[in-house]
């Protein structure tokens, strides 16, 4: 590692020498484009830096750390966590940061017993391990692996038939009492996919389940996809999925301190009024031991879209399988480090630019998280090498190694909870990663960085296909997107970014505290089914899924020109004409969500009432017909109509000044610079409410959100949006008004920040 | 039996007193209730009749008769299926039909040496046969058993690597070039589904494959479906499908007789220049045998819409999987057994309505053909019970009972080439059945009988719902259809019977004579899976498929009443408004069709030319950018709209005067009625044109053929609708105005008819 260090001091000045022969065209070429929130010479100063960023970055350091970070299990409370968050930290430190370990004390239940077995019609005891294979270093350090099980699982000791409910979600239910199957006092048997694992068993108890078991079947990630590890990469029959099942839609982090930090003196929930705890006890499975579960049902048989890959007639049960299932924990509290690096801004101090991504892993963790964290080690090396050539950033970078993300976003929510004050008067932007893979950017976010985010993957190039990374997301878009992407791609200057709901370290920031934010990463091509097992390792990853980490420094170039744009931004590079449009967007499809809603109900309903379904159904099989629906009515959208129609002006406004500065048209004093960023840096934060979400005060975001019943999905304008989907007709026509005086908020400093440059 | 018919004989004076008392309400509301091509007082007594029609019909009679038929294996040159045509002869003359077995020769191959070997990467052999099951009566007959293989492959001795095709029709293929595979010289692997099953050899052939396998994949019939026989209904891992596999979209019938009668003395085509025999070997295989060659495939996975249900990962090859297939058969010459059974009508004898079904099976086939063929048996058992009353058909009544389906609709073909003057002549209608389950009522044919279909399935009662089988129709498509189909399922007063393909004896009737006909049958509550395997069985059909003969008895009382109706109508039940609202819909769906192609050809040139599927695809892949294709012209569609126009007006004049004679408003004099029925006789063969089909003479019909790339499955106005689907653009513009000439003659044609009422 020393000569790697001592390789690239002395090639810094070569590497100058260099840029200006080979690099001229695209120089001079870059001098003339504009980039969001810089005046035209500190542009063309940026993107000199970038290049010199992006040449310093050494995808061997990020296979070194990488090597080095998943050499044994590291989750949290592990002894290997604690000593890679002092490895991280002590490379922040030794790169020139203010480097700090902030601790935390969080609920983390690892189990003690675990037991699934078929009782009836035959004995069968569920293995719940996954052996070591000889083709993965790693996969057998047994002692130091956590065992297959779901975090946040309540203690039980249930047996009762089974029920097979397919993802069971929701609409799965509906499913179910349409043939006649009650869950009341049986074990729901249900697979991976189609929402966020958490949702099952919360859906499960809702409807009267008294146990939950997850199993992944080959269908989502195993031999239906491809190949299985060792031989590709995809889940074998023994390999099963990890994961938290805690109510994340309600609150994330530790369960017993919602809304405030986890800190050795935090006022602490007991764990029987921990909410986020399930209702029912959990547990995985692989397909190896659900396959004997699903050969024993009878009944019905189910319909074809719930159909998994196992070769095995699916019936829905009940029984006459009958499972014992039985799960005890340790209720421990363990330690939670969270490494936060700092480099103080030049200029501007208190605006803080964070990036972050998490270091603990269920297991070994090369692609979830080790491959996101050694690319924001590489950024935070890289940008120390720049400081040697006298650049400094004018705003505060912040990196983070967030720990305790996998059992629920527990490092960076107890940080952001611990710290929301100053958070929300410094914080202009989080970056968030959550590993990385091979193949196409991914960009989620706030819709006012999705000007940004173009510019940024418009200059970084694919390593496979030499062309921007933005082109390669468009070139996705066009080939394989359904006609309305397809459309999009072809008619509209810049993609869209995606929406963020949850499942990531952003969340806090977001959705909490209204910090603009963004999640980054490449993906697509690498090949999926070791996620959150011991088969996520380095042999693993290296075999299959950036074999070159040339995806790393892709996202390196992308995570890394964030950073550095919005650290040295003459103003902060937010815009809301993309924005505007985004939230047009989503408006409409509240109202064609409703129309539709309200012409199934009435198609459906006269099917009902005519005896349409009833005549259809085949005689020999149970079916019970729906009950009638209420009929869907006509809402008042005005407010909301009205609200965006501001919006659109003020951001009409905005853009027009901002593009004159852009431009050197017009320019700004210091003054009238720092006071439009105070107002920029602020501006997300007018898109919360500080009550909150309905029944769940912690989501905060008016725009963004997890669902309620999809976990990690995002639902957009959710106050809304989610009472239509639910049919609270009442609720949906209050949260309107809500929504709209919001946005007429956010529409008014909008209209500020214009003011601001005038 | 001899009891049976003593009870009939003595029931039907108590019958009638019966009905007066018990069906009063319904008669009385009959007899203002409109039939089409009857007088209304006429139409009172039709109705009358039919009741006693449907009451003389007995369930007993269909199952004792398909346990006789069924008992022992019945294929085409079996000793069974001659003594079952000569037991249906019986039965026919037993009721008083002028009947005769009239026989042919055909050609009939059977298997002497059938070899599928896997000689690398390991030694498998395929085992090409259907074991016998205890719970089945018949399945061990295997002396008599026709083995697991395909009527009309050449014979052959190939090793190759094999290639996994998916459905194997031409578009599969398109898949395979892009991911750089080619078939030459290879054996390919293909699953049963996506088209008729002959189609897979033809396309293999043309794309240089020299040998061809074709499997029963679980996902369309077998566990993914259900639990399989004899559990339940579906095909368990030893099943497979016999079947001809002979190029039946050119001719069907005896392959070395096209276009004539096999009688004995025919001129015959040598083995060497029949068109219709396969150009390579092929064989079907049982899930169980094509496993150990699905796993032994390597290459690239194939998409997702390509993966079956067994527990493998599905790979293209080539290889390293190869296979020795040798097929060497018995090139005999085979009697065949028509057996054709007359009633003579009393007022226009030499108007004929043909009802028929096959008689040989692969196997035992009890639901294909028997439970078809008893029904016509009943249908025609019924009528003999009604001439006792004194009625007499007004014209010749002609039951059929065709051998050699199974190969290649050879009994029908043969016969109707045969007699093909004196059918243009005479027949009026041909209806057809080709076994029957329980559900729903499928009807296909002429739209010219649209309305009389539709009149027919009103009056039919649903023997599990209690409503008519043509309001369970409708709910079916309200609850089940697509978008389009619900819509007209709400809009259209009339349901829309299907166009034909092919796949059963209407095609010489229909496609290569013009004769008016039907297909009907009921289904899509039967389970499927043994469809021409030896678990086709009384004890199957009895389990699974109609166990109570329910809709064996609402077929013969469906089909029963189209041969009664049309035979004792006033004028021919022919009308054509619904035929030119089909003409209409089938011509809006190629003028579409032509649309989205030049939009989907720009497009996806575009993507070409300007490198964007480069762009998206996955380096450590294989993807051969495709060449780009020729932009779609603009077509002249002008004669056929100008043609369309024509027809709705004559049609529209028809039916004015149609209408007023079935209000009693206005009278035909016998000459008229005879006059007008001369003309609706032959009005459909004014749709044929005597030079054919493109390269296939033998289909003459305008508006309907079995696709040459599908099969089974129909091509409406398939002279212009194939050119455009082969980018023909040359033919397609030669094609409008000769498919235009035919409707024209059509329209005058109607004109005629409609004038003649004046």
């Given at each position: 590692m020393g000569n790697q260090y001592g390789l690239i001091r002395h090639w810094v000045p070569i590497f100058c020498g260099f840029l200006s022969t080979?690099?001229?065209v695209p120089l001079l070429s870059a001098e003339v484009k504009p980039l969001i929130g810089f005046v035209p010479e500190s542009a063309s100063r940026e993107r000199t830096l970038e290049a010199q960023f992006d040449a310093s970055l050494a995808k061997n350091n990020l296979r070194d750390w990488m090597q080095h970070l998943t050499a044994r299990p590291h989750h949290l409370g592990s002894a290997f966590d604690k000593e890679n968050a002092e490895f991280i930290a002590e490379k922040f430190r030794s790169w020139g940061y203010e480097t700090a370990i902030e601790e935390f004390e969080v609920l983390f239940p690892t189990p003690k017993v675990r037991v699934v077995e078929m009782i009836e019609p035959a004995k069968f005891t569920a293995a719940l391990s996954e052996p070591a294979l000889k083709e993965d270093a790693t996969s057998g350090q047994v002692s130091e692996q956590l065992p297959v099980y779901h975090a946040y699982s309540i203690d039980g000791d249930v047996t009762a038939e089974i029920v097979y409910v397919n993802f069971g979600i929701p609409k799965d239910y509906e499913t179910l009492a349409e043939n006649g199957i009650d869950v009341k006092g049986k074990i729901v048997l249900a697979r991976y996919g189609g929402s966020w694992r958490g949702i099952k068993p919360k859906v499960a108890a809702e409807h009267g389940a008294i146990g939950c078991l997850i199993y992944s079947d080959p269908h989502e990630d195993g031999f239906f996809q491809g190949d299985v590890y060792p031989k590709d990469a995809w889940r074998n029959e023994t390999g099963a999925q990890r994961g938290s099942v805690a109510d994340m839609p309600l609150y994330p982090g530790d369960p017993l301190t919602p809304g405030v930090g986890a800190t050795k003196d935090a006022h602490?929930?007991?764990?029987?009024?921990?909410?986020?705890?399930?209702?029912?006890?959990?547990l995985p499975l692989s397909h190896s031991d659900a396959l004997p579960l699903l050969k024993a049902l009878e009944g019905s048989v189910v319909p074809e879209d719930?159909?998994?890959?196992?070769?095995?007639?699916?019936?829905?049960?009940?029984?006459?399988?009958?499972?014992?299932?039985?799960?005890?924990?340790?209720?421990k509290q363990v330690p939670l480090f969270d490494v936060i690096a700092k480099l103080r801004g030049n200029e501007r101090p208190d605006e803080w630019i964070i990036r972050g991504n998490h270091h603990d892993a269920w297991v070994n963790g090369a692609s979830d998280p080790t491959s996101g964290m050694v690319v924001v080690m590489e950024e935070a090396r890289a940008i120390s090498e720049l400081l040697k050539t006298g650049w400094k950033p004018k705003r505060t970078i912040i990196f983070a190694a967030w720990d305790g993300e996998e059992p629920g976003l527990l490092g960076s929510t107890e940080w952001v909870?611990?710290?929301?004050?100053?958070?929300?008067?410094?914080?202009?932007?989080?970056?968030?990663s959550d590993g990385n893979g091979r193949g196409f950017l991914n960009a989620g976010g706030s819709h006012s960085l999705e000007k940004f985010v173009n510019e940024i993957a418009r200059d970084v190039q694919d390593p496979q296909k030499k062309i921007s990374v933005a082109e390669r997301a468009k070139a996705l878009a066009l080939v394989k997107g359904n006609p309305e992407t397809k459309k999009e791609a072809r008619d509209r200057a810049d993609f869209r970014i995606s929406a963020l709901g949850s499942g990531s370290d952003y969340t806090p920031f977001l959705q909490h505290n209204g910090i603009a934010s963004l999640n980054l990463g490449f993906g697509g091509e690498d090949n999926?089914?070791?996620y959150h097992s011991i088969y996520d390792s380095f042999d693993h990853f290296t075999r299959f899924v950036d074999p070159k980490f040339e995806y790393g420094i892709a996202l390196a170039q992308t995570a890394g020109r964030a950073v550095l744009r919005s650290a040295n931004a003459d103003v902060l590079p937010f815009e809301f004409k993309n924005l505007t449009d985004s939230l047009d967007k989503y408006f409409q499809e509240i109202?064609?969500?409703?129309?539709?809603?309200?012409?199934?109900?009435k198609q459906k309903n006269q099917l009902i009432s005519d005896k349409t379904l009833e005549a259809v159904s085949d005689p020999t099989k149970t079916f019970i017909v729906p009950a009638v629906k209420d009929p869907v009515p006509f809402l008042n959208f005005a407010p909301l109509q009205n609200a965006l129609a501001q919006l659109r002006e003020s951001a009409a406004h905005f853009d027009k000044l901002r593009n004159e500065i852009a431009s050197g048209k017009r320019t700004l004093t210091m003054d009238q610079q720092q006071a439009l960023d105070s107002i920029l840096l602020g501006s997300e934060r007018t898109l919360i409410r500080n009550e909150g979400l309905p029944r769940r005060p912690w989501f905060k975001h008016q725009i963004y959100a997890p669902g309620f019943y999809t976990g990690y999905g995002v639902k957009t304008l959710p106050g809304v949006r989610e009472a239509i989907e639910q049919r609270d007709w009442k609720e949906a026509e209050e949260q309107v008004p809500i929504v709209a005086k919001v946005i007429e908020q956010f529409a008014a400093e909008v209209e500020r920040a214009a003011n601001s440059m005038n």
């Amino acid at each position: 590692m020393g000569n790697q260090y001592g390789l690239i001091r002395h090639w810094v000045p070569i590497f100058c020498g260099f840029l200006s022969t080979v690099y001229s065209v695209p120089l001079l070429s870059a001098e003339v484009k504009p980039l969001i929130g810089f005046v035209p010479e500190s542009a063309s100063r940026e993107r000199t830096l970038e290049a010199q960023f992006d040449a310093s970055l050494a995808k061997n350091n990020l296979r070194d750390w990488m090597q080095h970070l998943t050499a044994r299990p590291h989750h949290l409370g592990s002894a290997f966590d604690k000593e890679n968050a002092e490895f991280i930290a002590e490379k922040f430190r030794s790169w020139g940061y203010e480097t700090a370990i902030e601790e935390f004390e969080v609920l983390f239940p690892t189990p003690k017993v675990r037991v699934v077995e078929m009782i009836e019609p035959a004995k069968f005891t569920a293995a719940l391990s996954e052996p070591a294979l000889k083709e993965d270093a790693t996969s057998g350090q047994v002692s130091e692996q956590l065992p297959v099980y779901h975090a946040y699982s309540i203690d039980g000791d249930v047996t009762a038939e089974i029920v097979y409910v397919n993802f069971g979600i929701p609409k799965d239910y509906e499913t179910l009492a349409e043939n006649g199957i009650d869950v009341k006092g049986k074990i729901v048997l249900a697979r991976y996919g189609g929402s966020w694992r958490g949702i099952k068993p919360k859906v499960a108890a809702e409807h009267g389940a008294i146990g939950c078991l997850i199993y992944s079947d080959p269908h989502e990630d195993g031999f239906f996809q491809g190949d299985v590890y060792p031989k590709d990469a995809w889940r074998n029959e023994t390999g099963a999925q990890r994961g938290s099942v805690a109510d994340m839609p309600l609150y994330p982090g530790d369960p017993l301190t919602p809304g405030v930090g986890a800190t050795k003196d935090a006022h602490r929930l007991t764990i029987k009024e921990a909410p986020t705890l399930t209702k029912i006890p959990v547990l995985p499975l692989s397909h190896s031991d659900a396959l004997p579960l699903l050969k024993a049902l009878e009944g019905s048989v189910v319909p074809e879209d719930w159909r998994g890959a196992l070769p095995v007639t699916y019936h829905f049960g009940p029984g006459p399988a009958k499972v014992h299932l039985k799960v005890e924990f340790d209720w421990k509290q363990v330690p939670l480090f969270d490494v936060i690096a700092k480099l103080r801004g030049n200029e501007r101090p208190d605006e803080w630019i964070i990036r972050g991504n998490h270091h603990d892993a269920w297991v070994n963790g090369a692609s979830d998280p080790t491959s996101g964290m050694v690319v924001v080690m590489e950024e935070a090396r890289a940008i120390s090498e720049l400081l040697k050539t006298g650049w400094k950033p004018k705003r505060t970078i912040i990196f983070a190694a967030w720990d305790g993300e996998e059992p629920g976003l527990l490092g960076s929510t107890e940080w952001v909870e611990t710290h929301g004050e100053e958070l929300r008067k410094h914080a202009a932007l989080y970056i968030n990663s959550d590993g990385n893979g091979r193949g196409f950017l991914n960009a989620g976010g706030s819709h006012s960085l999705e000007k940004f985010v173009n510019e940024i993957a418009r200059d970084v190039q694919d390593p496979q296909k030499k062309i921007s990374v933005a082109e390669r997301a468009k070139a996705l878009a066009l080939v394989k997107g359904n006609p309305e992407t397809k459309k999009e791609a072809r008619d509209r200057a810049d993609f869209r970014i995606s929406a963020l709901g949850s499942g990531s370290d952003y969340t806090p920031f977001l959705q909490h505290n209204g910090i603009a934010s963004l999640n980054l990463g490449f993906g697509g091509e690498d090949n999926g089914g070791v996620y959150h097992s011991i088969y996520d390792s380095f042999d693993h990853f290296t075999r299959f899924v950036d074999p070159k980490f040339e995806y790393g420094i892709a996202l390196a170039q992308t995570a890394g020109r964030a950073v550095l744009r919005s650290a040295n931004a003459d103003v902060l590079p937010f815009e809301f004409k993309n924005l505007t449009d985004s939230l047009d967007k989503y408006f409409q499809e509240i109202t064609k969500l409703t129309d539709e809603m309200r012409e199934e109900t009435k198609q459906k309903n006269q099917l009902i009432s005519d005896k349409t379904l009833e005549a259809v159904s085949d005689p020999t099989k149970t079916f019970i017909v729906p009950a009638v629906k209420d009929p869907v009515p006509f809402l008042n959208f005005a407010p909301l109509q009205n609200a965006l129609a501001q919006l659109r002006e003020s951001a009409a406004h905005f853009d027009k000044l901002r593009n004159e500065i852009a431009s050197g048209k017009r320019t700004l004093t210091m003054d009238q610079q720092q006071a439009l960023d105070s107002i920029l840096l602020g501006s997300e934060r007018t898109l919360i409410r500080n009550e909150g979400l309905p029944r769940r005060p912690w989501f905060k975001h008016q725009i963004y959100a997890p669902g309620f019943y999809t976990g990690y999905g995002v639902k957009t304008l959710p106050g809304v949006r989610e009472a239509i989907e639910q049919r609270d007709w009442k609720e949906a026509e209050e949260q309107v008004p809500i929504v709209a005086k919001v946005i007429e908020q956010f529409a008014a400093e909008v209209e500020r920040a214009a003011n601001s440059m005038n």
